[in-house]
């Protein structure tokens, strides 16, 4: 089994730029698709990013996903923050055995 | 659109089986290309995958959690549920449902429950 390793927080000035990193600790990051969700507190998980790069309706164009197969990572870049982006962010991929969640990073917008 | 519905016993004793129930809503269970899951997230915590279904029947689970869990799907009530024997009070937590993108086995959630927050306590 693999594990995804995200950092424990991030924080950021409203308007910047902030970039969450998740690390795939065995197998190939881009054999199998990263998914980002937001979880804001006391709320479903919503997706941001599926298939490493794509974003559902309705998510803006502020969100991105990329990966990077000389780190072994997936990353999820939020630009121009808002204060609405405050929330926990998780990223998640899966083999042919296993779903795999990481650890989760809270996103603090100051 | 597609609703999931978590339903079930908010408290349970100790050693007591829990079982949970997601009812779906706007969209048939036995369509293909899609696997529905149990996902938990004990407070304060991170999301656990416990595994998932196919409208088959066919089953995976998290290996890396003990083989205390079932999950079952019952197409005619268009609802797939959650068996979880000997509970402690390590599965308190928020309890899941969600469906799938799949191929031949789940890839990502695309659709989230509200969520139930089971408690084990005597």
């Known amino acids: 089994n693999f594990m995804l390793t995200q950092p424990h927080s991030v924080s950021e000035s409203p308007g910047k730029t902030v970039t969450i990193s998740c690390t795939r600790s065995s197998g190939r990051i881009a054999s199998n698709y990263v998914q980002w969700y937001q979880q804001r507190p006391g709320s479903s998980p919503t997706t941001v990013i599926y298939?490493?790069?794509?974003?559902p309706s309705g998510v803006p164009d502020r969100f991105s996903g990329s990966i990077d197969s000389s780190s072994n990572s997936a990353s999820l870049t939020v630009s121009g923050l808002k204060p609405e982006d405050e929330a926990d962010y998780y990223c998640?991929?899966?083999?042919?055995?296993?779903?795999?969640f990481g650890g989760g990073t809270k996103l603090t917008v100051l | 659109q597609l609703q999931l519905q978590e339903s079930g016993p908010g408290l349970v004793k100790p050693a007591e089986t829990l079982s949970l129930t997601c009812t779906v809503s706007g969209g048939s269970i036995s369509r293909s290309s899609h696997y529905w899951g149990w996902i938990r997230q004990p407070p304060g915590k991170g999301l656990e995958w416990i595994g998932s279904?196919?409208?088959?029947?066919?089953?995976n689970y998290n290996p890396s959690l003990k083989s205390r869990f079932t999950i079952s799907v019952d197409t005619s009530t268009n609802q797939f549920s959650l068996k979880l024997r000997s509970v402690t009070a390590a599965d308190t937590a928020i309890y899941y449902c969600a469906r799938l993108d799949s191929t031949d086995y789940p890839r990502y959630c695309q659709h989230w429950g509200q969520g139930t927050l089971v408690t084990v306590s005597s």
């Open positions: 279904v196919y409208y088959s029947g066919r089953t």
């Open positions: 998640q991929s899966y083999d042919s055995t296993n779903v795999v």
């Open positions: 298939e490493d790069n794509r974003r």
